[in-house]
């Protein structure tokens, strides 16, 4: 048996062809029916994300079902045969799983280590098993990459450092404030990047918000999007008074805010921190209101540099990372070698039970007749001879001495128990030739 | 008499001071768990040693320098679990655990003096009079040590620089309301020990107040602290400035306590205990 892994990235493929062949996966049901007609698939998976689709199988014949799965990404309408096989990458054995833990702990992402891959590959596979697409080895095998993508998360840094702007802003508001539930937004004009910030502050339960704008209807409409109060630009110094966070973003070409402002609304607010993010250029807030007790104040390069370093973090961690996978991928191809035991085992007691029947057969027939009693003694007898024969044999399949060529001692219990019949006439034909 | 009771402590907080340390730098919350119950451990040894003393001479000794220090140690320890119970700031048992460590060796190698009070120093009044002042204090390094962290935290984000602490302190909310809390609770508890302190002055000595230096260095840092409380309550003081004012404040308590009784002598001094 052999693991097969076919697809197309970000890195190998246009967004076109990816959209294209994404759109083999939207009818799953119908997708699955058709892969699963192919008699070379023993277990398959199809997983798609938006910078990625992937199918992985478990075949008998591995140059089969590559054309099949080759095939297969070709019937996608619209797909050209040549861009297709320019773009397509393809992994057997032990690299198909180590590129599925790679997958699966972010570490082959755009975004190194973000963590809504492993969402949607779990997702995916829910629904591979409700097409009962999946077998053992594939079972294993994904919840597997599960908890590899888990030991990267928690063992390596990969996923803890902010590296977009609007989540360095919110990290660095939780070490301000800790808890940032209850707390009062105050929104300066409107763009994307600052909607954004307010989304992920959104997730971490702010409380009110206030949109302070140049045109007081733009402010309005943004203010019943987030369920939050819109007031005017000229109310700006008395809303200091209330709110935690200000984010601000104007096309304004002067200073909003200047320190003396600033320095008067603390004494309003008893000295509570204000977090101040300017992410305007030409910036909103002058710069030395930062100079002041309890105030912080953050411009987009601030933000970005800090983002920056993240990145850096980030792909500091990634060669701890790629151990842990290469680890878990010889763990996994060990188990799938124990795996690859187990016909031969039954192989050896299928035998030793046909020639145990057999002989009792001749055995009862010379004897003549026996009380029941009698002919149980001679099965019990023949039974335990055959299993102490074979115990260790099998115990010595089980441990797999021979790491470097697994197949070898496989191999070798095979043509001594003489398991594989064909095998010994093809043989003994070309010793007579 | 032998201190088995007092190396077992001492083990004790060190190895808590070791898994503190190592949870501070790997951020792992099972070391964190074990540094607790270690440091929990400690302290029930230290409870113990305090016990065997306290039989050993049939009242609590705490006349010399090392018995005060082995006295504030456990009061210490017991104010940081309390509150670590109630307020758990983690990251803060890597000072604490440290510093009960050194206060039991400092207990163990500073000279035995003599532990022999006079009778005029026993009674009800003395016990709440040390108490209350020991409690105090223990609020009030747990105030110091806070301030610490929230300066260090401070500096980061001000700066925009985030280095190795960034990550592994706490909010700058959650340092500062440590630093109110140990503050709310230290100094009236200092403020008790000062007035029950005088109060039995008056009564054995005839006077409340004998300028004595102890006596005048911690009125000083009483005063910063109440400068401090004042200013929190009324216009908001937090932060940068509470910290830097809590540190100190301590640095006053900790001359007065250790400074005042190599330096200069009064009938405060430990070495002075026996002739008032």
Redesign the interface.
């Known amino acids: 048996m052999n693991l097969l892994l076919v697809g197309l990235n970000q890195k190998t493929a246009s967004l076109e062809l990816r959209e294209k062949l994404a759109g083999l996966i939207p009818d799953l049901p119908a997708a699955y029916l058709r892969l699963k007609e192919f008699p070379e698939f023993a277990e398959i998976i199809l997983y798609s994300t938006c910078n990625r689709v992937e199918l992985l199988c478990l075949a008998e014949d591995a140059t089969a079902a590559l054309e099949r799965l080759r095939a297969f990404f070709s019937g996608a309408p619209d797909v050209s045969p040549e861009a297709l096989s320019a773009s397509l990458y393809q992994h057997q054995g032990a690299e198909a799983v180590r590129h599925l833990f790679r997958v699966a702990a972010s570490l082959d992402s755009m975004v190194l280590g973000e963590p809504q891959i492993l969402g949607q590959i779990k997702e995916a596979y829910r629904q591979a098993t409700e097409q009962e697409a999946t077998g053992p080895v594939l079972n294993r095998l994904l919840h597997k990459s599960f908890t590899v993508a888990k030991r990267v998360r928690t063992e390596t840094g990969i996923g803890?450092h902010a590296v977009s702007v609007s989540y360095v802003a919110v990290g660095?508001a939780?070490?301000?404030?800790?808890e940032l539930a209850g707390l009062t937004v105050l929104l300066l004009g409107a763009g994307e990047m600052a909607e954004l910030a307010l989304e992920h502050l959104r997730t971490q339960g702010v409380g009110r918000l206030i949109v302070a704008n140049r045109t007081l209807e733009r402010g309005l409409r943004l203010a019943e999007r987030y369920q939050g109060e819109a007031v005017s630009l000229e109310e700006l110094e008395e809303q200091l008074g209330g709110a935690d966070i200000l984010i601000s973003s104007t096309g304004s070409e002067t200073y909003l805010l200047r320190r003396d402002q600033v320095r008067a609304a603390m004494?309003r607010?008893?000295?509570?921190?204000l977090f101040l993010i300017d992410i305007a250029v030409p910036r909103d807030l002058d710069p030395a209101i930062?100079e002041l007790?309890?105030v912080?104040l953050?411009n987009i390069d601030?933000l970005q540099?800090?983002a920056e370093?993240g990145w850096q973090k980030r792909r500091q961690e990634v060669a701890r990372a790629e151990r842990l996978v290469a680890e878990e991928t010889v763990k996994f191809q060990e188990w799938l070698l124990t795996l690859e035991v187990y016909p031969t085992i039954i192989g050896l007691k299928e035998k030793a039970a046909a020639i145990c029947q057999a002989e009792l057969k001749k055995t009862l027939n010379q004897l003549g007749p026996i009380s029941e009693e009698q002919r149980q003694s001679l099965e019990v007898l023949l039974n335990s001879v055959s299993q102490k024969l074979l115990h260790d044999p099998i115990i010595f399949l089980k441990r797999n001495h021979h790491r470097k060529n697994p197949h070898l001692e496989l191999d070798l219990a095979r043509r001594l128990f003489n398991l594989d019949q064909d095998r010994q006439t093809e043989e003994s034909e070309e010793e007579e030739s | 008499m032998t201190d088995y009771f007092l190396y077992f402590t001492l083990a004790c907080y060190f190895g808590a001071t070791v898994l503190w340390l190592a949870y501070f730098l790997a951020q792992r919350d099972s070391l964190y768990c074990w540094g607790a119950w270690t440091l929990a451990a400690g302290l029930v040894f230290h409870t113990l040693a305090l016990l065997q003393r306290t039989w050993a001479y049939g009242y609590l000794p705490v006349a010399s320098f090392g018995g005060a220090l082995l006295l504030f140690g456990w009061v210490l320890v017991s104010a940081f679990l309390l509150f670590n119970w109630r307020y758990p700031i983690r990251v803060l048992g890597a000072l604490v655990a440290p510093l009960a460590a050194l206060i039991i060796y400092g207990a163990l190698v500073s000279a035995r003096g003599q532990e022999t009070i006079s009778p005029m120093l026993r009674g009800v009044w003395l016990l709440a009079h040390i108490g209350l002042t020991m409690g105090g204090i223990a609020a009030l390094t747990l105030n110091f040590l806070g301030g610490i962290f929230y300066l260090i935290q401070e500096r980061q984000l001000k700066a925009k620089r985030f280095g190795f602490f960034f990550r592994r302190l706490p909010s700058l909310s959650q340092l500062d309301t440590l630093n109110y809390w140990c503050l709310s609770i230290g100094f009236p508890l200092l403020t008790g020990g000062i007035v029950t302190g005088s109060i039995y002055a008056q009564h054995t000595l005839g006077r409340f107040w004998s300028w004595d230096p102890k006596e005048v260095l911690t009125l000083l840092a009483w005063l910063i602290y109440a400068v401090l409380m004042h200013e929190r309550l009324t216009v908001g003081w937090r932060g940068r400035r509470a910290a830097w004012l809590a540190i100190l404040g301590f640095l006053v308590l900790l001359v007065t306590f250790v400074g005042a009784n190599l330096w200069v002598s009064g009938y405060h001094s430990f070495a002075q205990f026996g002739k008032p």
């Not at chain 1, 607010?269 to 921190?273: A, L």
Request: hydrophobic share 20%; proline share 5%; net charge positive.
């Open positions: 803890d660095l939780r070490k301000v404030f800790g004494r607010r008893k000295q509570r921190p930062n007790d309890n912080y953050y601030d540099e800090v370093q």
